[in-house]
Every structure is written in C-alpha cells, then in structure tokens.
C-alpha cells in the first residue's frame, strides 16, 4: 500500500494569515494520463469529511479559492491564502492512484 | 443534491457480524460513473476505506479487511450495505457510507453520509 504521511500534525492558525500542509507520498502519485491523484478532505468538528480539492489543485464546488493545493509526484502542499474562522478541521491528504485501497494520511489539526 | 444515510446497530458484540445499509436519496446507485464506498474513522482519527460496489455490482476491498467483509446492494431500495464479520474492539469506528465518482479518470469521495458510531464490546 502507499503510505501518506503529513506536517505538521496540529497547526495554530492566525485569521488573515496564510497557513500551508505538507503530505507526502511513499511511492509517486503521477499516473501516466498526467495527473497526480492526490485529493484533500476536510473534516469540520463534529461533522463528516468533506471533498476539499482533487488531483491536486481542482478545488470542489463550492470551495472558496483561498484554498489552492500543488505538487507532483511524491511531494504536495494544500495551502490557505487567509485563513477563516470557519476552516478550523483536520485535513486530511489521500491518495487515489493505487487502488484498492484508498490511503488517507494521518490529518493535520488545524486550530485558530 | 445527493445524501446518504447509514443505519444500524451502534453495538456488536465481539466476534459478531457488524451489519449497517446506506440509504441513497437523490441519485441511483446504479448510475454510471459512480461507486458507493464505505469508509471507517478510529477513535483515534485514522481514516480507513474499506471497500466500494460498483454501479454495475461488482466490488472491490481493502486487502487488509478483504476475508472479513462483504458489501452489497438492493436496487430496489436503492441502498447498499456492509457486513464485517468476526468483529473486535479493533473494529470499533465511526463507519461512512460515501459516494465515489470515477469518472473521467477521478477517484475521489464527493459525498458522505453523517457516519454511525460502531461499539464493539461484549
């Protein structure tokens, strides 16, 4: 299995300020069409994971675009422009291009 | 706009087949382009998919769950369910039901159900 790793696991987190997550991949996530299948999930408290981008920097619908993600290969960063109140969570990195099974990494907490 | 629900017992006991069904309400379980999954959260946090049935009934799991579990569906019904048989504390979790698009080359979870708690304990 591909195993995901993340940095750091908790973050403080400043309104107005920019903040970054780094994850990484054991094995290349760059399939041969040219995506990188690496997706970020977000999971407010209390409430169930949702879709945050995919294959790197498409962003889900209805998320603001303070959030963007890069990266290839072995090595991402989802980033937050200015961070929001409302994005308090744990995100969470996963890779997609192995499958089964799906691997999440372990989560970043992050916390104003 | 698609939600699923799951349903269940929230307490089996050791050694026992842990059963739960996802009910789907604004899509088709058996439309193309999508699979229906299930994912476990830990208590710990520890994000874990299990398995998913295709729109056309196949499926595909875990290796690491694969000789414990069994998903399947009632088109009728337009649900999908989930059997993990020989349960242990190990497997005590929050378990999603989720919608998988695979479209056009994507892989990704774009909808999730509210998660049911799962207590293993005698």
């Known amino acids: 299995d591909i195993v995901m790793t993340q940095s750091p696991s908790f973050l403080p987190v400043t309104p107005g300020e920019p903040a970054s997550i780094s994850c990484r991949s054991s094995r290349s996530l760059l399939h041969s069409n040219g995506h990188n299948y690496l997706d970020w999930y977000l999971q407010k408290p209390g409430q169930s994971p949702q879709l945050l981008l995919y294959?790197?920097?498409n962003r889900a619908s209805g998320v603001p675009d303070r959030f963007s993600g890069s990266g290839s290969g072995t090595d991402f960063t989802l980033k937050i422009s200015r961070v929001e109140a409302e994005d308090v969570g744990v995100y969470y990195c996963m890779q997609a291009l192995q499958t089964p099974p799906f691997t999440f990494g372990p989560g970043t907490r992050v916390d104003i | 706009q698609v939600q699923l629900q799951e349903s269940g017992p929230g307490l089996v006991k050791p050694s026992q087949t842990l059963s739960l069904t996802c009910t789907v309400s604004g899509d088709s379980i058996s439309r193309g382009g999508f699979y229906w999954s299930w994912i476990r959260q830990h208590p710990g946090k520890d994000l874990e998919w299990i398995g998913y049935?295709?729109?056309?009934?196949?499926?595909d799991y875990n290796p690491s769950l694969k000789s414990r579990v069994t998903i399947s569906r009632d088109t009728s019904k337009n649900q999908f369910s989930l059997e993990l048989s020989s349960v242990t504390a190990a497997d005590t979790a929050v378990y999603y039901c989720a919608r998988t698009e695979v479209a056009a080359g994507l892989k990704r979870f774009d909808n999730w159900g509210q998660g049911t708690l799962v207590i293993v304990s005698s």
């Open positions: 294959l790197v920097s």
């Open positions: 049935i295709y729109n056309t009934g196949g499926t």
